[in-house]
Structures are given as C-alpha cells and as structure tokens.
C-alpha cells in the first residue's frame, strides 16, 4: 500500500532515519503513527519466547506496515525491525485518520490491500496443514511469484533467502533447503550461486546473465 509521499507531507508526515537492527516498534506496543517505507527493507515478524523469529511480512520501498493499530485502536499485533539501513515516513495518527475522511479512496485501496494479505495467510495455512514440505514451497514460490513482489518479474529471481522463507512458513531453514533441492531436480527452479530462479514459460533477464549474479 503506497500512498504519495507528497500527500503524506502535506498532512505532516516526517522523514525518520533508521539503522539496521534498529527497534521500529515492538509488538504490544500503542501505535502513534502511519509508518511507510521509503528506502531499505523491514522485517514486521512475531518472536516466541526462544526468540525463534515468525516472519509476518518482509516489507519493501513503498510499503506501509503496523498500520492495523490506526484502525482497530489495538497495540501492534507484530514487531518492526529495521534490516537494513531505512528512512521511514511517519504520518501521526490523528493525522491519518484526518487524510482518510478527506479522502476515502484511501479507505478502499486498504480495504484491498488488508484483503490480499488475509488471502495470502488462508493460503499458507491451507498448504501448511496438508501437503509435504516440497509441495508447500513449490505452492509459494507459485503464489509469490504470481500475487507479490517479492519475485523479480523480469529474471524471476526470488528476492527473499531461503531462512526468510523458513521464517515465514515456520518451517527449518534444512527443510527449506531440501525442498528446494528437491525442485531443482525436478526442473521447477534453478540454483545458481545460491540464489534461486523460478521457472517461467516466459523467462526473460534483467540481468546479463544468471552467471554474473553474485
């Protein structure tokens, strides 16, 4: 969900610099603001008590996230931690409550977008419950790459690592591994320098070649 930068200015948003591994918010926490990402990447992820990480969603350029407080008035259901050096534009809530009156388009454009996200946790759930773990990943690998951005459309390359996949399925990084050894050998992905490719009847690069990626 991206709403322009201009927009969110003009109600007040300000920039934020964030380090990588910084605290954005912890999940509990009372949320004050609108939060969209304008460069670097964030993870919005749930921690057990081991610490063991539970990926919720690996956010990019462009995307809000922990928005869920402004609209139910509940604390923040995950945590947000930079993973990369960030600038965040942070809109206050009373704010963005003020923008949404003002204009309700934005309304249903995150209506859609909270719709999507349900959508991608039914289907998880479905494929975690009821096939083997080479089955699940070759489904969301699938799913990625036909309703996310996290796949690159023009070389297909997956754009998240096999332990952010681990950590989304709640599956072992190893499973994700021999999972996707497995599809390597049946011709569904290709591996190259440890990064993976999906298949596509339509591949093309936007890079010279595979080989040259490092």
Same mark, same amino acid.
């Given at each position: 969900?991206?709403?322009?930068?201009?927009?969110?200015?003009?109600?007040?948003?300000?920039?934020?610099?964030?380090?990588?591994?910084?605290?954005?918010?912890?999940? @509990?926490?009372?949320?004050?603001?609108?939060?969209?990402?304008?460069?670097?990447?964030?993870?919005?992820?749930?921690?057990?008590?081991? @610490?063991?990480?539970?990926?919720?969603?690996?956010?990019?350029?462009?995307?809000?996230?922990?928005?869920?407080?402004?609209?139910?008035?509940?604390?923040?259901?995950?945590?947000?931690?930079?993973?990369?050096?960030?600038?965040?534009?942070?809109?206050?809530?009373?704010?963005?409550?003020?923008?949404?009156?003002?204009?309700?388009?934005?309304?249903?454009?995150?209506?859609?977008?909270?719709?999507?996200?349900?959508?991608?946790?039914?289907?998880?759930?479905?494929?975690?419950?009821?096939?083997?773990?080479?089955?699940?990943?070759?489904?969301?690998?699938?799913?990625?790459?036909?309703?996310?951005?996290?796949?690159?459309?023009?070389?297909?390359?997956?754009?998240?690592?096999?332990?952010?996949?681990?950590?989304?399925? @709640?599956?072992?990084?190893?499973?994700?591994?021999?999972?996707?050894?497995?599809?390597?050998?049946? @011709?569904?992905?290709?591996?190259?320098?440890?990064?993976?490719?999906?298949?596509?009847?339509?591949?093309?690069?936007?890079?010279?070649?595979?080989?040259?990626?490092?």
């Amino acid at each position: 969900m991206m709403i322009q930068t201009d927009l969110l200015v003009r109600y007040g948003a300000t920039y934020k610099k964030v380090s990588a591994s910084e605290i954005i918010f912890l999940e @509990g926490d009372t949320g004050h603001y609108y939060h969209q990402l304008v460069e670097g990447r964030v993870c919005w992820s749930n921690f057990n008590d081991d @610490g063991k990480e539970i990926l919720q969603e690996l956010v990019w350029p462009g995307e809000s996230f922990g928005e869920l407080v402004l609209f139910d008035q509940m604390p923040y259901a995950c945590s947000a931690v930079a993973l990369t050096d960030c600038v965040i534009l942070r809109l206050p809530s009373a704010a963005f409550r003020q923008m949404l009156q003002d204009d309700p388009s934005i309304s249903i454009r995150f209506n859609k977008m909270f719709a999507e996200k349900l959508r991608f946790k039914l289907f998880l759930i479905r494929e975690l419950a009821g096939n083997s773990p080479e089955q699940t990943v070759d489904k969301l690998f699938h799913y990625l790459q036909k309703h996310s951005n996290k796949v690159c459309q023009e070389c297909n390359k997956l754009l998240l690592t096999r332990q952010q996949i681990a950590n989304l399925t @709640g599956m072992r990084v190893e499973t994700i591994i021999r999972a996707t050894k497995a599809l390597e050998n049946k @011709g569904k992905v290709s591996i190259v320098k440890g990064k993976v490719f999906l298949t596509s009847e339509n591949e093309t690069s936007c890079c010279k070649s595979r080989q040259s990626i490092v």
